[in-house]
């Protein structure tokens, strides 16, 4: 038997081990699907994590499809599979070669991607084969510093013509980066069925916290000039100032878990704050007809974490230039912003993501064409800022007013009629 050659995903140099946390990252998109489906997961073995992160993400209603990493390997999948318990053995299927696999919703690469651009290539174009009409391919390869080549080269290009999400592990020996590709429109209606997707993008320190990997960076770097300024000035104390300063920065990027309403007429706060206006309004950017704006100030003590008010598609993402005014103050509607337009079943909704006073930087990490379920996490703005929903004026009611406090992903602000 020979190995198909979609299914050869590996350089001459070997395997890339993937960890528990990016398997888990690879399986995300049949983590996250709520309906039952059908997978397919090719190339692994049966210690592999990957295989281990797909079986435990399945519910009773869905099928799993593995294909061995090597040729004469499924006997051995097999066992494996068998040994788990009539549970998954019921659910997962093994087959000799990828020929014989069925369409899937979710289409996972067990092995990283780490030969040359062609053979990259055609290794996606062998796995698209098995996607259905708006499905996902999940695939990974190694995250290289420096002048990009080959596989991560050609999977650069793919993300940037069919790419809904990449997301980088570090915690994996060596780093991978995993892109999720999409070759076929999905319709806005699916994001009412899925669950908020996991992200390595935030650090976990409790079962109910997580640091976003911003403040992990941020914290490093004062740490480091802590660092440098006891080398140059071993006398002097002033290196305890920005030692000190690393607990608070990174607590400023916090990331607690969220409890999100399932109410599928409820619209979610997408950011912690304080309500600073409900009001409607006509903005000719997102098309005719009113809108009733809700817009959130969030102090510096406040959870920076942005969220999906509403499940949806995102169709659209624009940056508007402006001014760094206090996002308190009227004139904070010119301020920089980031505009992400989502396609709902029930109409158009808008993030606006402003910066302050002293937020100058918006992380949007949500692109074009990506499925966001209500409350998933999909970017952040540094140190002090301001966030608005703009939902239809004449499909949705609001529920808060100025004055109140709102929590992101939790608090109901409107609801659809």
Known sequence: MTQSPAVRTTGRSGPVRIGERAARTLVAELARINDPKAALLVGVRPESAVLAAAIEALL?????????????????????????????????????????????????????????????????????????????LSVATTATPGRTTGAAAELARQDALYGVGADLVVRNSPPVRVYRLRFTPASPA???????????????????????SNGVAAAGITLGLAALARVARPSSKLWLLP????????????????????????VVASADGKVLSVQRLHDE???????????????????????????GKVVDYFVADGGFVNAMKPDAEHNVAAYTVLDTARGTVVVAQRTGLIARRIVQRAPIGALLAKGERFGLIRFGSRTDVYLPADAADPLVGPGDKVVGGSTVIARWR
């Open 190 to 212: 699916t994001a009412e069925r899925l669950a908020p997707a996991h992200r390595p993008s935030s650090v976990p320190l409790t079962r109910g916290m997580h640091i976003d």
């Open 243 to 266: 030692a000190l300063a690393a607990g608070p920065v990174a607590a400023f990027f916090r990331d607690p878990e969220r409890d999100v309403p399932e109410d599928p007429t409820a």
């Open 60 to 136: 009773p209603g869905d099928r799993l499809t593995v294909v061995p990493a090597e040729p004469l390997g499924a006997a051995a999948l097999r066992e494996h599979v068998n040994a788990q318990g009539r549970w998954v053995a019921d659910r997962v299927g093994v087959v000799d070669s990828l020929a014989e696999a069925e369409a899937a919703t979710v289409v996972i690469a067990g092995e990283v991607f780490s030969g040359t651009a062609e053979e990259t290539r055609s290794g996606i174009e062998g796995l698209a084969k098995f996607l259905s009409d708006g499905a996902v």
């Open 285 to 311: 950017r997102f098309g005719d007809g009113e809108w009733l704006r809700v817009a959130v100030f969030l102090s510096v003590l406040d959870v920076h974490v942005n969220r999906a008010p509403v499940a």
